[in-house]
């Protein structure tokens, strides 16, 4: 049964960090790419960031590209999304996704000051 736990989310200021888990069961993690999205106050579904299952290969939504960071650790069968210079619209609702068959229940993430 494929399991996907997101944590590390929470409350921090404007300009700040956060590291987003998602860590991964049931399956073969390093043959599957992963995908990050996320869902903001009252809109709808937002892609934010994908990666190869070598972890060789990444891409970002524009409204994230460069202050995100999306790696894996096979060993740990774990993804991660490192996010930099935190914004009032980067909150949201964040969620991995296996091929967008299989969600984690979602980690919320809120930027305020």
Known sequence: EV??????????????S????????GFTFN??????VRRAPGKG???VSDIDGGGSRTSYADSVKGRFTISV??????????MNSLKPE?????????VYDYWGQGT??????
């Open 90 to 98: 980067d909150t949201a609702v964040y969620y991995c996704t296996l």
């Open 31 to 36: 043959r599957y790419g992963m995908t990050w």
């Open 108 to 113: 919320q993430v809120t930027v305020s000051s």
């Open 3 to 16: 399991q996907l736990v997101e944590s590390g989310g929470g409350l921090v200021q404007p300009g700040g």
């Open 45 to 47: 579904l937002e892609w």
């Open 18 to 25: 956060l590291r987003l888990s998602c860590a991964a069961s």
């Open 73 to 82: 650790d096979n060993a740990l069968n774990t993804l991660y999304l490192q």
